[in-house]
C-alpha cells in the first residue's frame, strides 16, 4: 500500500491504530478473498471520466485516493476510530434527521456503504442506491450488503452528474463527502440533488462542523484531506439556499460533526387576474369572488 508519511496521522496516529487498533491479518484475509479487478470491472461503469479534483489528489495520505484498492480496504477499519464517540452513532444521526417515509433513497459517495446500509435497514421497503466514483469502494459496500442480507443498488458515478433521471427520489443523503470535494464540487452536488428529487422530498447532508473546524485549524491537518480547509471556510446553509432547497436547518452534532437538511418546495406559480398578479405554490389558484 502506498502511503504518504508526512502527514500527522501517519507520523504519530497510524502506529498506535494499527498496531493495537487494527486486525492486520484480518484485512490480509479480506483483501486476498476478492479478486478485485474481477469485481471492479463489473462494478465500473467503463464511460466514466474522473473529475481531475478527485483522480489528482491523495487521500488520507494513500497514493491514488480512493482509486486504491488499498483505500477501500482500510476504510472501514480507520474510520471507527475517525468519528467520535463512535461511526455508527455519528451515522445514525443523519437517519434521525429524516422526518419522512422514503420510497425511492439516492446515498451520494456512498463509499464502503456504511450509511447505505443503515438506509436500508431503516427504511427496508424502500429502493435504496449507493453511488460512489470508486469502483473499488463499490466493491467492499457490495461485500458488506450481501452479508447483511441487503438488497442494494450499486452504482458506479459521479455525485454532480448522476446521469440519473429528473424528479426520481424522496430522499438524497451525502455523508462525509462534502469536505473531500471543492466546495464548488459540492455545490453542484446540492443542485443535482435537487434536480433529482421529487416535489416535497428531503436532502440530508452528514459532515465534519465547520464553525468547530474553523476554530480548531489544527483538526484539519490529522488526515490528508486536500478540500477541508476550503470546506470548514464554507457554509452549507448557503449552498442548500443556492440551491433552492427551503426550511434548510442545520444542528451540530456530537461536537465535530453537523447534519443539515433541506427541502425542495413546491414550484412557484404566477397566476394573473387582470392587472393584479398573485404567486402561489404548486397548483394552488385562489379563486376571486
Excluded at 500527522?8 to 476478492?34: M, W
Excluded at 463489473?42 to 484498492?69: C, K, M, W
Amino acid at each position: 500500500m502506498a502511503v504518504r508519511k508526512d502527514t500527522i496521522f501517519e507520523r504519530f496516529l497510524a502506529p498506535v491504530v494499527k498496531t493495537f487498533l487494527i486486525d492486520q491479518e484480518g484485512l490480509r484475509r479480506f483483501y486476498e478473498s476478492i479478486d478485485w479487478q474481477t469485481a471492479s470491472d463489473r462494478l465500473s461503469d467503463t464511460g466514466l471520466i474522473y473529475p481531475a479534483y478527485y483522480s489528482s489528489q491523495n487521500f488520507h495520505g494513500i497514493e491514488g485516493g480512493y482509486l486504491n484498492v488499498s483505500a477501500a480496504v482500510s476504510y472501514d477499519p480507520i474510520t471507527q476510530y475517525a468519528l467520535p464517540p463512535g461511526e455508527t452513532l455519528v451515522r445514525q444521526g443523519l437517519l434521525d434527521a429524516i422526518q419522512s417515509k422514503p420510497r425511492r433513497i439516492l446515498d451520494l459517495g456512498c463509499g464502503t456503504g456504511s450509511t447505505t446500509l443503515l438506509l436500508k435497514q431503516a427504511f427496508p421497503h424502500a429502493e435504496v442506491i449507493g453511488l460512489d466514483l470508486s469502483p473499488y469502494m463499490l466493491v467492499v459496500a457490495e461485500h458488506k450488503a450481501q452479508q447483511a442480507g441487503l438488497n442494494i443498488q450499486w452504482r458506479h458515478g459521479n455525485a454532480e452528474q448522476t446521469g440519473l433521471p429528473e424528479a426520481s427520489f424522496d430522499l438524497v443523503t451525502a455523508s462525509l463527502l462534502f469536505h473531500e470535494t471543492p466546495p464548488a464540487v459540492s455545490q453542484a452536488i446540492l443542485q443535482e440533488s435537487y434536480r433529482l428529487l421529487t416535489v416535497g422530498g428531503e436532502v440530508a447532508i452528514l459532515d465534519g462542523n465547520q464553525k468547530m473546524l474553523r476554530q480548531t485549524e489544527w483538526l484539519t491537518q490529522i488526515f490528508e484531506e486536500p478540500y477541508i480547509q476550503a470546506y470548514a471556510g464554507g457554509n452549507v446553509d448557503a449552498w442548500m439556499g443556492a440551491a433552492r432547497f427551503e426550511a434548510v436547518h442545520t444542528q451540530e452534532w456530537w461536537w465535530l460533526h453537523q447534519i443539515t437538511r433541506g427541502i425542495k418546495p413546491l414550484p412557484y406559480q404566477t397566476v394573473e387576474f387582470g392587472s393584479a398578479t398573485d404567486v402561489e405554490r404548486g397548483d394552488r389558484q385562489w379563486a376571486m369572488g
